[in-house]
């Protein structure tokens, strides 16, 4: 294997939206209603092998928006890409799946849910930037409690 083949690759290969769906099921009376929607965001990250240096990865972001606990709506939006990654550790691999790919794939995601939500004829909503690095570290520190936890103690 020469010098160059084994240097590290990444680039991505095609971005696109892989599903997207809007429900507002107490319109049109919660357009007359001038209260502010409490906001909840939820992001859900995965990723798999396609070929041979290829990986899907897909950020899935879902908004709820409820007045006085009647949905406004439900947005959700899962922006993919897939990704050339090459010539790298597991390790990184992994990471590079759940940071990078993520990192890159989240303003789009934004984009793609603001506009739904405007064309819903609600005020588009601004996803604030997600620190996925964080987020990484946390489902990686519940995953080793689950694991610690599920160890069979010896007497």
Do not use: W
């Amino acid at each position: 294997m020469s010098e160059e083949q084994a240097q590290p690759q990444f680039g991505i290969e095609k971005l696109y939206v892989k599903d997207v769906s809007l429900e507002c099921p107490n319109t049109p009376e919660l357009f007359l209603d001038r209260e502010a929607p409490q906001i909840e965001v939820k992001l859900f990250n995965q990723g798999k092998q396609v070929g041979e240096g290829l990986y899907e990865v897909m950020l899935t972001v879902t908004v709820t928006a409820k007045i006085s606990e009647r949905t406004a709506y439900l947005a959700e939006v899962a922006q993919a890409g897939i990704f050339r990654i090459i010539h790298v550790p597991d390790e990184t691999l992994e990471m590079i799946m759940h940071i990078t790919c993520p990192n890159m794939l989240f303003p789009y995601a934004r984009e793609a849910v603001s506009d739904l939500v405007g064309r819903a004829g609600f005020l588009p909503i601004y996803l604030a930037p997600v620190n996925f690095e964080m987020l990484y570290q946390q489902q990686r520190a519940q995953q080793a409690q689950a694991a610690a936890g599920a160890q069979p103690t010896v007497n």
